[in-house]
């Protein structure tokens, strides 16, 4: 059974980093296209970028170019998603997912909560 | 980027009730649509994905359809379980979107 497994939940300060871990476990992980999604408190759905691991290759969403990093580890199966520039905005619960090929997202991790606040 | 409109925000409705939510997205995205159910603390959960096939596992009374710009999710007769928020997702780009969530509540 595929399993997405993410980091612990993450207190930071206003301007700092975090990164936060994704790792697959009892499957395919590198053919498969892998995203970030973060929710705010009380708020919907919001698509932050992705990468298929064998290529490599990442893309974001225009709000967060330039603040946002997606990589992934083919060797233990984790990708990360690390954000910068930390506000009190970015308090949410952020999510990985795994596509099935066309098939949409059923595989998501258990969600991981930042809190950024001085 | 492609905007995805869903309606209506919230909706009041009563077990044994026929629902439907409808997707608007602001160009086309063929049929790459996925419809989501989240329910509070908990990760979405896929119901439908290419419009209108039916993840496996989940219950028949739910079915989508529509193409290109319009879709639609029904759920044919509520259920208890189904009284959650519903997102409308495309993947037709390379950039991906979300509907702004429909939240299904007890009337």
């Known amino acids: 059974q595929v399993q997405l497994v993410q980091s612990g939940a993450e207190v930071k300060k206003p301007g700092s980093s975090v990164k936060v871990s994704c790792k697959a476990s009892?499957?395919?992980?590198?053919?498969?296209?892998i995203i970030w999604v973060r929710q705010a408190p009380g708020q919907g759905l919001e698509w932050m970028g992705g990468i298929i691991p064998i290529f490599a290759t990442a893309n974001y969403a225009q709000k967060f170019q330039g603040r946002v990093t997606i990589t992934a580890d083919k060797s233990t199966s984790t990708a990360y998603m690390e954000l910068s520039s930390l506000r009190s905005e970015d308090t949410a619960v952020y999510y990985c997912?795994?596509?099935?090929?066309?098939?949409?997202?059923?595989?998501w991790g258990q969600g991981t909560l930042v809190t950024v606040s001085s | 980027d492609i905007q995805m409109t869903q309606s209506p925000s919230t909706l009041s409705a009563s077990v044994g009730d026929r629902v439907t939510i409808t997707c608007r997205a602001s160009?086309?995205?063929?049929?790459?649509l996925a419809w989501y159910q989240q329910k509070p603390g908990k990760a979405p959960k896929l119901l439908i994905y290419?419009?209108?096939s039916l993840e496996s596992g989940v219950p028949s009374r739910f079915s989508g359809s529509g193409s290109g710009t319009e879709f639609t999710l029904t759920i044919s007769s509520l259920q208890p379980d189904d009284f959650a928020t519903y997102y409308c997702q495309q993947y037709n780009s390379y950039s991906i979107t979300f509907g702004q969530g429909t939240r299904l509540e007890i009337k």
């Open positions: 290419k419009a209108s």
């Open positions: 997912a795994r596509e099935t090929t066309g098939r949409g997202y059923s595989l």
């Open positions: 160009q086309s995205v063929s049929s790459w």
């Open positions: 009892g499957g395919t992980f590198s053919s498969y296209a």
